[in-house]
């Protein structure tokens, strides 16, 4: 008698172990796409991370061919300052001038 109660208990226990594998089962296809998921957006971020570093690299070394090229710029209006004499102000003539010279 006692032996037909362990085998029922034991039929039991199996049938509830039975049932919450298949429950698993049937969530583990959703879980591993899922997981696919993220996955692939977790590469699409590290590609989207190594290309805004490639621009912040591309951006510092445009900012510095800015600065050198403002620099020449300095330098090549303090030369023509050096050569030109000092400016004259320019009369321009107007139309009631007439014939007097400039």
Same mark, same amino acid.
């Given at each position: ?29 959703? #879980?591993? $796409?899922?997981?696919?998921? +993220? *996955? @692939? =957006?977790? &590469? ?10 490639? #621009?912040? $690299?591309?951006?510092?070394? +445009? *900012? @510095? =061919?800015? &600065? ?35």
């Amino acid at each position: 008698m006692v032996r037909w109660f362990v085998l029922g208990a034991l039929l039991v226990s199996l049938l509830v172990l039975a049932v919450a594998v298949r429950r698993v089962l049937t969530r583990l296809s959703g #879980l591993l $796409r899922a997981a696919q998921a +993220l *996955q @692939e =957006r977790q &590469e699409h971020a590290n590609q989207l991370r190594d290309a805004a570093l490639t #621009l912040q $690299r591309r951006g510092e070394e +445009l *900012q @510095e =061919r800015i &600065e050198t090229v403002q620099r020449r710029i300095g330098v090549i209006r303090g030369r023509r300052a050096a050569r030109l004499p000092a400016a004259q102000p320019v009369r321009w003539a107007s139309p009631t001038d007439g014939d007097r010279p400039g």
